[in-house]
């Protein structure tokens, strides 16, 4: 089975703070905007929502609220699915080609061949094991969440441009190559608007 991770350039304390921010005029717009998306997610996952899990709407509304949320632990899926969805809203969709599909220990080996080149300030399987903003229930499988900090990204370039500066240069497949540089792309957009981090989604 195959995964891909969804991967966005904001303000992660932005998006957290969209939690228990009660901004019904964001619903309104996500009602507006997504209503296909909504109902695709509700056909998709009818099964669970027949078991009692909430609707891709309700588990929005139940997140931008603050709760209240299901307290069956196999329903918190839908909540990090909503909080996806205020990503994809307000933040800037980067390049994924790498990452969707990949199977198996795909963002291990990535992390493996940044690491090569110095870059340990971010790991990609961090968006498989982060976690999502309290106080929303943490998803047992998917959708995994991780974030990188404005920070971390700044670091990452300037382990990135050292490795450079000492013409060290390791010998790695073609397809680490190209998804290492891809994780230098979102580095470098991040760069380029201060105060942006990035927020990924494993699913």
């Excluded at 299901?70 to 933040?91: I, M, N, V």
């Excluded at 980067?94 to 690491?115: A, K, Q, T």
């Excluded at 094991?129 to 971390?152: F, H, I, N």
């Excluded at 990204?153 to 790695?172: D, M, N, S, V, Y």
Aim: aromatic share 10%; net charge negative.
């Amino acid at each position: 089975m195959s995964s891909g991770l969804s991967v966005y350039l904001l303000d992660p304390a932005r998006a957290r703070a969209l939690v228990g921010s009660r901004d019904e005029q964001l619903l309104e717009v996500i009602r507006g905007n997504f209503a296909e998306d909504l109902a695709r997610a509700d056909d998709w996952f009818s099964h669970a929502i027949e078991d009692g899990a909430p609707t891709a709407y309700e588990a929005l509304e139940a997140v931008v609220n603050g709760g209240p949320f299901s307290e069956d632990g196999e329903h918190a899926f839908q909540y990090g699915y909503a909080y996806k969805r205020l990503c994809d809203l307000t933040g800037s969709f980067l390049d994924n080609s790498s990452f969707c599909p990949f199977r198996g220990s795909w963002l291990s080996v990535v992390d493996e061949g940044l690491r090569a080149l110095g870059i340990t300030a971010v790991s990609v399987e961090d968006f498989s094991y982060g976690d999502v903003p309290k106080p929303l229930p943490r998803p047992y499988e998917a959708p995994g969440c991780g974030e990188w900090t404005p920070e971390q990204c700044a670091k990452a370039l300037e382990q990135f441009e050292e490795t450079k500066r000492k013409g060290h240069a390791p010998p790695l497949e073609p397809e680490v190559v190209e998804a290492v540089m891809q994780v230098i792309g979102w580095l470098r957009h991040a760069e380029a608007r201060p105060g942006m981090g990035i927020i990924g989604f494993r699913s």
